[in-house]
Structure formats: structure tokens, C-alpha cells
Nanobody
Framework: QVQLVESGGGLVQPGGSLRLSCTGS????????MGWYRQAPGKQRELGAT???????NDADSVKGRFTISRDNAKNTVYLQMNSLKPEDTAVYSC???????????????WGQGTLVTVSS
């Protein structure tokens, strides 16, 4: 099985920056898309940004120009650099990956446990 572990969350003032990391471990054969989703209190989970293993990225309109997703495929790691943070960015940020399951011969969606980002003065 594949596990995703996030790190880098915390408390930051408005206008500040944080960098989130997510690393996959376990029985990894191949990982296609990796990404970040977030869920604010009382709201549904929404897309933050995703990146294919070929480097194609997709950013939500709410984070374009402020957040940058990047990957290190050799380390099965995805990063989210968050700049110019706003109070409305406060949420639990969860890592997601499409990991190939050899036994089932198909990609399965894997989620991390989430890391809390709080933007407040």
C-alpha cells in the first residue's frame, strides 16, 4: 500500500508564506497525478493545484499567481509553495495521488491525513 505524509502547515500572518510537502512511501510502482486539495471550516473540499508526472499543472483560480506546485518524481514528493497568504486560505490541506496498484492493474486514489494552515494576525 501507498501512504502519503504531509508536512509544513502552521500559523502564518496575512501576506506571509508557507511551503507544504507531501511524500509518498510504501509499495509505489508508479504515481501519475499528485496534488493538493483544501477544505475550509464549514465548506466542501476544493482543488488547490495538481501536477502530472510530466509536469503539467492545474491551479484553482483562487490560488493562481500566489501558489506554485512542484514535484520531485524521484522522491515521490510534491510541494506547494504558498505566497501572499490570505485569511481565506485557512484550511486543512490534503495531498492526493493517483498511484498504480499492481494487483488491481489500475490507478487508485490515495489521500494524506491533511495538514492545517491557519492565516491570521
Amino acid at each position: 500500500q501507498v501512504q502519503l505524509v504531509e508536512s509544513g502547515g502552521g500559523l502564518v500572518q496575512p501576506g506571509g508564506s508557507l511551503r507544504l510537502s507531501c511524500t509518498g512511501s510504501g509499495s509505489i510502482y508508479s504515481i501519475n497525478t499528485m496534488g493538493w486539495y483544501r477544505q475550509a471550516p464549514g465548506k466542501q473540499r476544493e482543488l488547490g493545484a495538481t501536477s502530472t508526472n510530466g509536469g503539467r499543472t492545474n491551479d484553482a483560480d483562487s490560488v493562481k499567481g500566489r501558489f506554485t506546485i512542484s514535484r520531485d518524481n524521484a522522491k515521490n514528493t510534491v510541494y506547494l509553495q504558498m505566497n501572499s497568504l490570505k485569511p481565506e486560505d485557512t484550511a486543512v490541506y490534503s495531498c492526493n495521488a493517483d498511484s498504480f496498484d499492481v494487483e488491481l492493474a489500475r490507478y487508485l486514489e490515495v489521500w494524506g491525513q491533511g495538514t492545517l494552515v491557519t492565516v491570521s494576525s
